[in-house]
């Protein structure tokens, strides 16, 4: 067993020697150079700031009941609940309408041109719009967060449609697949998967981008992103940093633990295909 864990380490050795460079240098960089924490904060400080945090507590309202919980896992978990709002309405929308627009040609070109008005339209320019519309509440947040997400699946679940190769069709139809719901289902989306989970991760990353500036309005007093600007007016440049890599971190988790259910289940199918 341990000598199994040593091979596994021995094989991430490259990775493991990368991070541990970057942190030194960080480390005399902001020690020796820039001497000032204010402009970059170092190591050690983002390390004893981040202690700090998990030192502290915050009150979590749920369902009436008032629960005392570490600061950080109650701005987790507001972030986590405005980014799965904001994802999950982009799922929902985004796969249909990508599906139907590649699918029929008619819809295509009604709907198209819409789509890519809208689609250049930083997720920025709508806090306006999401205030007016939903009001300072986590949905006004998980709406920055659908828009930024939605279009990336939009695209991709078209592309994985319009790629469908005819003789794939035919062949259905001669073994029975007769309407356009049989085709969808047995043909059209098991050969678009691929994409669409492109699609999803692309999503995913914009999304995760967006949660700052969906938070940072005041759409509540707890979050990720909220903590990076509430910390920046109080200048407390080793908490913004803490909450940035935090950000980060957590974003290379959700897309490994997407990377894994996608590659390794849904399309198990595919390994060894591409070498």
């Known amino acids: 067993m341990i ?11 490259v990775e493991i020697v990368s991070i541990i460079s970057a942190v030194i240098l960080w480390q005399l960089i902001a020690v020796y150079i820039v001497q000032n924490k204010f ?7 983002v390390t004893f700031a981040f202690l700090e945090i998990i030192a502290k507590d915050a009150k979590l309202s749920f369902l009436g009941l008032d629960y005392q919980l570490p600061v ?14 904001g994802l999950l309405s982009a799922l929902i929308i985004g796969i249909p309408v990508g599906m139907i627009m590649g699918w029929f040609r008619t819809i295509d070109r009604i709907v198209d041109p819409l789509i890519e008005i809208i689609r250049p339209i930083p997720p920025l320019a709508w806090i306006p719009f999401a205030i007016i519309w939903i009001g300072l509440n986590p949905l006004a947040a ?12 939009i695209i991709n679940t078209f592309t994985g449609f319009k790629s469908v190769s005819r003789v794939y069709v035919e062949a259905a139809k001669v073994l029975g697949c007769n309407t356009d719901r049989e085709l969808i289902r047995y043909v059209a989306l098991p050969y678009a998967l691929p994409s669409i989970a492109a699609g999803i991760r692309i999503a995913m990353g914009v999304g995760w981008m967006c949660l700052v500036a969906a938070e940072m309005f005041g759409v509540s007093r707890n979050g990720l992103g909220y903590k990076i600007w509430h910390h920046y007016y109080l200048h407390n440049m080793d ?6 890599l935090i950000l980060g971190f957590l974003g290379l988790l959700i897309d ?3 990377r894994y259910y ?5 399309l198990k ?4 295909v591409v070498i």
């Open 3 to 13: 000598k199994k864990h040593l091979q596994a380490l021995s094989e991430k050795s």
């Open 39 to 45: 402009y970059l904060p170092s190591f050690t400080d």
């Open 72 to 85: 950080l896992l109650v701005d987790l978990l507001y972030s986590l609940m405005h980014f799965w709002i």
């Open 142 to 153: 998980g709406f920055l967060i659908f828009i930024g997400a939605v279009f990336p699946i």
């Open 239 to 244: 908490l913004v940093l803490v909450y940035m």
């Open 256 to 258: 490994r633990l997407l």
């Open 262 to 266: 996608v590659d390794g289940k849904l």
């Open 269 to 272: 199918w595919r390994k060894g």
